[in-house]
């Protein structure tokens, strides 16, 4: 539809029909009956006129093909103009077929394997009626602690800017051509914005950081999912600077509508607009409308805040009919961008055979992203498996279709591939103790695995969490494994030391006793649908693991928040005062991490040689050629990211030790070498000044080029 003919059809717009635009709810208040449904906020008392509910602009949340067919056929029968209802859902890491989380995917450092996952998401959920995705989630998290880490792409701004804007691309392809390409489907970027530092890592808690981290740290990945054209962004619950995010001007008009020119949908997260009263910034819902109105937010997800206050507000004169038009015009653009008013149904099958979803082609790619996505955080000498071995496969997580993870939307545990399954494959002889409970190992349990890890060459143990225990409202103040299980890899390691452990777990935990006591640990994460034979690919060596960590895992919860790019402080640890009293350090636990932001093993051996710096002075328009060589000299094929950090060693504010500035992906042959070249320009210098402006200094600044955060310093340059 034309643009001027959406203006046109906003004048036949009553008031009523203009407000209902900005409601969104779930799928059960189509139901006659009145739908159970996860209703939270002051909904309860929401009584609605069934022309009310033939209003409303949006539904999230629909399951099937024939729910959200159902539910557009019966708006468009009710609804006066024949407006089409937006459909959104949280895919996250997949619609059925589930692919790794997140921070599993981030693992891979691939923009590439990000973008594929999120377009064959967008084929299947689209294929299902899906208008709009609530992905990527763009937070920056630095506390293991919040659940909802699974869903994120990590503690570093480059890493997580570049792999939200591929996710972006992913769901949209080109964002002007939605209305043409219906196995694509709109990118709702949340949460706008620092619900990753919320404090302790406790969900839903309080958010306070200077205005130079929202700057520096929160905002450039969600500049990066704008630059690549999403469609929409979601405010977050928290507040920023005191005032919940939904209802601050400065944040929504400011930064994201003025700043980052963002103008598009900007809908609240489910009941954030009634939650500030909670907060304590709205003494009603009318108040609580008023704030998130003038704020600019387009669509109220879940309370009725704007269903039953806006058309009183517009008569007390507290907000004009042109501020609800241009939230009523944001819907409507969406909606005419995705080609709803010409296809409501988006080229739906209907109620026809899938045809793609769920389909061969997309579990093989599943497989091979699950396999990029597993980090080998040791490995003495077990891996990869030697296929003469007798193996036993022990423990909680060996038989377990839990490795989907949270937010899989409708993917199945059942369709799930476990890990014995897979293996059985592989070891037609495997010997099996497989365990019920995460949390203790009954006797008859122990008697067999004694049993088993006696007679088997090597044990694989499998461990971990339950999807439940990542996630939203997922926090832990402990994030060891239970007791339990750090038991039982120090019981089967008195009785056979060749124990490889492979975890399944939504977040980094605290793992020292568990790699104390295996020979082998791979970092599985929650590894989807495919998961059972993407670990068995990466234990046999079908596979080569090159993933790395996109989040720093702690010794010690009391290490939290630990971070690579921290700052150094007055007192820094350094190798040559770690005696000392007075620095800044723990009395009874080291600095360090136990596995750093970057840190990933691989089963060859790279090495890093011949150096050459072009020169060690850059100047505004010259740059800096930085060449390396890297060879495998082990003997299998294998791919390595080398990673360059930048520190700046004086500027006007405090400049993290180490920051990531680039990285390169190589695959080599054994044997074989391969130059890799990074240009360092005065663009990659820039920080945020205390004036909040982007610009460059003159000055020294450190080089580090390696394969994790720890690598070591090659050069120092000065720009002059
Ligand atoms: C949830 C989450 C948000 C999600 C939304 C819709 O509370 O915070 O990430 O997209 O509600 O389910």
Same mark, same amino acid.
């Given at each position: 539809?034309?643009?001027?003919?959406?203006?046109?059809?906003?004048?036949?717009?009553?008031?009523?029909?203009?407000?209902?635009?900005?409601?969104?709810?779930?799928?059960?208040?189509?139901?006659?009956?009145?739908?159970? &449904?996860?209703?939270?906020?002051?909904?309860?008392?929401?009584?609605?006129?069934?022309?009310?509910?033939?209003?409303?602009?949006?539904?999230?949340?629909?399951?099937?093909?024939?729910?959200?067919?159902?539910?557009?056929?019966?708006?468009?029968?009710?609804?006066?103009?024949?407006?089409?209802?937006?459909?959104?859902?949280?895919?996250?890491?997949?619609?059925?077929?589930?692919?790794?989380? @997140?921070?599993?995917?981030?693992?891979?450092?691939?923009?590439?394997?990000?973008?594929?996952?999120?377009?064959?998401?967008? #084929?299947?959920?689209?294929?299902?009626? #899906?208008?709009?995705?609530?992905? @990527?989630?763009?937070?920056?998290?630095?506390?293991?602690? *919040?659940?909802?880490?699974?869903?994120?792409?990590?503690?570093?701004?480059?890493?997580?800017?570049?792999?939200?804007?591929?996710?972006?691309?992913?769901?949209?392809?080109?964002?002007?051509?939605?209305?043409?390409?219906?196995?694509?489907?709109?990118?709702?970027?949340?949460?706008?914005?620092?619900?990753?530092?919320?404090?302790?890592?406790?969900?839903?808690?309080?958010?306070?950081?200077?205005?130079?981290?929202?700057?520096?740290?929160?905002?450039?990945?969600?500049?990066?999912?704008?630059?690549?054209?999403?469609?929409?962004?979601?405010?977050?619950?928290?507040?920023?600077?005191?005032?919940?995010?939904?209802?601050?001007? *400065?944040?929504?008009?400011?930064?994201?509508?003025?700043?980052?020119?963002?103008?598009?949908?900007?809908?609240?997260?489910?009941?954030?607009?009634?939650?500030?009263?909670?907060?304590?910034?709205?003494?009603?819902?009318?108040?609580?409308?008023?704030?998130?109105?003038?704020?600019?937010?387009?669509?109220?997800?879940?309370?009725?805040?704007?269903?039953?206050?806006?058309?009183?507000?517009?008569?007390?004169?507290?907000?004009?009919?042109? %501020?609800?038009?241009?939230?009523?015009?944001?819907?409507?653009?969406?909606?005419?961008?995705?080609?709803?008013?010409?296809?409501?149904?988006?080229?739906?099958?209907?109620?026809?055979?899938?045809?793609?979803?769920?389909?061969?082609?997309?579990?093989?790619?599943?497989?091979?992203?699950?396999?990029?996505?597993?980090?080998?955080?040791? =490995?003495?000498? /077990?891996?990869?498996?030697?296929?003469?071995? %007798?193996?036993?496969?022990?423990?909680?997580?060996?038989?377990?279709?839990?490795?989907?993870?949270?937010?899989?939307?409708?993917?199945?545990?059942?369709?799930?591939?476990?890990?014995?399954?897979?293996?059985?494959?592989?070891?037609?002889?495997?010997?099996?103790?497989?365990?019920?409970?995460?949390?203790?190992?009954?006797?008859?349990?122990?008697?067999?695995?004694?049993?088993?890890?006696?007679?088997?060459?090597?044990?694989?143990?499998?461990?971990?969490?339950?999807?439940?225990?990542? &996630?939203?409202?997922?926090?832990?103040?402990?994030?060891? /494994?239970?007791?339990?299980?750090?038991?039982?890899?120090?019981?089967?390691?008195?009785?056979?030391?060749?124990?490889?452990?492979?975890?399944?777990?939504?977040?980094?935990?605290? /793992?020292?006793?568990?790699?104390?006591?295996?020979?082998?640990?791979?970092?599985? *994460?929650?590894?989807?649908?495919?998961?059972? $034979?993407?670990?068995?690919?990466?234990?046999?060596?079908?596979?080569? @693991?090159?993933?790395?960590?996109?989040?720093?895992?702690?010794?010690?919860?009391?290490?939290? $928040?630990?971070?690579?790019?921290?700052?150094?402080?007055?007192?820094?640890?350094?190798?040559?005062?770690?005696?000392?009293?007075?620095?800044?350090?723990?009395?009874?636990?080291?600095?360090?991490?136990?596995?750093?932001?970057?840190?990933?093993?691989?089963?060859?051996?790279?090495?890093?040689?011949?150096?050459?710096?072009?020169?060690?002075?850059?100047?505004?328009?010259?740059?800096?050629?930085?060449? #390396?060589?890297?060879?495998?000299?082990?003997?299998?094929?294998?791919?390595?990211?080398?990673?360059?950090?930048?520190?700046?060693?004086?500027?006007?504010?405090?400049?993290?030790?180490?920051?990531?500035?680039?990285?390169?992906? #190589?695959?080599?042959?054994? =044997?074989?070498?391969?130059?890799?070249?990074?240009?360092?320009?005065?663009?990659?210098?820039?920080?945020?000044?205390?004036?909040?402006?982007?610009?460059?200094?003159?000055?020294?600044?450190?080089?580090?080029?390696? %394969?994790?955060?720890?690598?070591?310093?090659?050069?120092?340059?000065?720009?002059?």
């Amino acid at each position: 539809m034309e643009k001027k003919q959406l203006h046109k059809l906003l004048e036949q717009m009553t008031v009523e029909e203009k407000i209902g635009q900005l409601v969104q709810l779930t799928p059960n208040f189509f139901e006659e009956t009145d739908g159970e &449904g996860e209703i939270t906020g002051p909904l309860m008392e929401w009584g609605m006129s069934k022309q009310e509910l033939y209003n409303i602009g949006s539904v999230l949340g629909t399951h099937t093909i024939s729910q959200t067919h159902q539910i557009q056929a019966a708006y468009l029968k009710n609804n006066r103009l024949g407006i089409p209802l937006l459909f959104m859902a949280d895919v996250i890491h997949g619609y059925e077929t589930i692919f790794p989380i @997140p921070i599993a995917l981030a693992s891979s450092w691939s923009p590439e394997l990000i973008e594929e996952m999120a377009s064959l998401s967008a #084929v299947e959920s689209a294929e299902a009626g #899906v208008h709009v995705t609530f992905s @990527p989630m763009a937070d920056l998290v630095r506390d293991p602690r *919040w659940g909802r880490v699974m869903e994120s792409s990590g503690e570093d701004t480059y890493l997580n800017s570049l792999l939200t804007a591929a996710y972006v691309r992913g769901y949209q392809g080109n964002p002007n051509k939605l209305n043409e390409n219906f196995n694509k489907i709109a990118a709702c970027v949340k949460h706008f914005i620092g619900y990753g530092a919320s404090e302790a890592g406790r969900d839903y808690n309080t958010v306070d950081f200077s205005d130079l981290a929202l700057y520096q740290d929160h905002l450039p990945s969600f500049e990066a999912a704008l630059n690549a054209g999403a469609k929409l962004v979601m405010t977050s619950f928290n507040t920023i600077k005191g005032i919940p995010a939904s209802g601050s001007q *400065w944040l929504l008009k400011e930064v994201l509508r003025n700043d980052l020119n963002f103008q598009g949908l900007l809908i609240s997260d489910w009941a954030a607009i009634a939650e500030m009263i909670t907060h304590g910034v709205a003494v009603d819902k009318k108040e609580a409308a008023l704030k998130a109105l003038s704020a600019s937010v387009d669509m109220d997800m879940m309370t009725d805040c704007y269903q039953s206050s806006l058309k009183e507000l517009l008569k007390e004169g507290k907000i004009t009919e042109t %501020t609800v038009d241009q939230a009523v015009l944001h819907v409507l653009q969406l909606k005419n961008d995705l080609g709803l008013f010409e296809d409501p149904y988006r080229g739906m099958k209907g109620k026809q055979q899938k045809a793609v979803t769920f389909s061969d082609s997309i579990q093989s790619t599943a497989r091979e992203l699950a396999a990029q996505s597993m980090v080998l955080l040791k =490995n003495e000498h /077990l891996l990869p498996l030697n296929s003469k071995k %007798t193996v036993a496969l022990i423990g909680p997580k060996a038989a377990s279709q839990d490795i989907l993870g949270a937010w899989s939307w409708i993917g199945k545990q059942s369709q799930a591939v476990t890990l014995k399954d897979a293996l059985k494959k592989e070891y037609p002889d495997l010997l099996t103790a497989e365990t019920d409970s995460l949390t203790k190992i009954t006797s008859d349990e122990w008697e067999t695995i004694k049993r088993v890890a006696a007679k088997a060459d090597i044990v694989i143990l499998a461990l971990g969490e339950s999807s439940e225990e990542s &996630g939203e409202a997922a926090s832990k103040a402990t994030i060891r /494994l239970p007791e339990a299980q750090e038991q039982l890899v120090k019981s089967i390691k008195a009785i056979n030391p060749n124990i490889v452990t492979v975890l399944f777990n939504g977040r980094p935990l605290v /793992l020292e006793e568990i790699a104390e006591n295996s020979s082998s640990l791979l970092e599985a *994460w929650f590894p989807g649908t495919q998961g059972g $034979p993407a670990i068995v690919d990466i234990l046999v060596g079908r596979v080569n @693991p090159s993933a790395k960590l996109p989040m720093s895992f702690p010794r010690n919860t009391g290490q939290i $928040p630990i971070y690579y790019n921290h700052m150094s402080t007055g007192r820094p640890v350094t190798q040559q005062n770690k005696q000392e009293k007075y620095i800044s350090k723990y009395i009874d636990v080291a600095n360090e991490p136990l596995y750093p932001f970057g840190y990933g093993l691989t089963y060859t051996s790279f090495i890093i040689e011949d150096i050459k710096v072009s020169s060690t002075q850059l100047t505004e328009d010259t740059k800096i050629i930085i060449t #390396v060589n890297v060879t495998n000299i082990g003997r299998m094929i294998g791919k390595e990211i080398i990673q360059l950090y930048l520190h700046d060693v004086s500027a006007e504010v405090v400049r993290p030790v180490k920051e990531l500035k680039k990285f390169r992906t #190589v695959l080599l042959e054994p =044997n074989q070498m391969q130059e890799v070249k990074f240009e360092i320009t005065v663009e990659d210098l820039v920080y945020i000044h205390p004036d909040l402006k982007k610009s460059a200094d003159k000055g020294f600044f450190e080089i580090f080029i390696g %394969t994790e955060s720890r690598a070591p310093k090659i050069t120092e340059i000065e720009y002059v």
